[in-house]
């Protein structure tokens, strides 16, 4: 079983930034992934960045974020974190941490519980 906890999220204005957090415990030797997406009501969660947790740490993101946003992590805490910047109000969504898991049984995916994100003047 892996944990996750995210915090971060808030109220910011169009052209604000905010950085969230997610930190991973329990079964963490065999994460293979972590990321961030987003869902706003009446819609589908959609991927907004994902890395890699091996050597590396190749990194995929969402056209519509491209160039605002960036994710990073903290290997050695077991961290990710997605610094948002240049926010819009288009960006308003909740955002969940994703862990991609596997070992040589089986792979699970792991969410968090979700931070509200809100861009609005």
């Known amino acids: 079983q892996v944990q996750l906890v995210e915090s971060g999220g808030g109220l910011v204005q169009p052209g604000g930034s905010l950085r969230l957090s997610c930190a991973a415990s329990?079964?963490?030797?065999?994460?293979?992934?972590m990321g961030w997406y987003r869902q706003v009501p009446g819609k589908q969660r959609e991927l907004v960045a994902t890395i890699t947790i091996g050597s590396g740490g190749s990194t995929n993101y969402a056209d519509s974020v491209k160039g605002r946003f960036t994710i990073s992590r903290d290997t050695a805490r077991s961290t990710v974190y997605l610094q948002m910047n240049s926010l819009e109000p288009e960006d308003t969504a909740v955002y969940f941490c994703?862990?991609?898991?596997?070992?040589?049984?089986?792979?699970?995916?792991?969410w968090g519980q979700g931070t509200q994100v809100t861009v609005s003047s």
């Open positions: 994703h862990v991609g898991w596997s070992d040589r049984y089986r792979s699970r995916d792991y």
């Open positions: 329990g079964s963490i030797f065999n994460i293979n992934s």
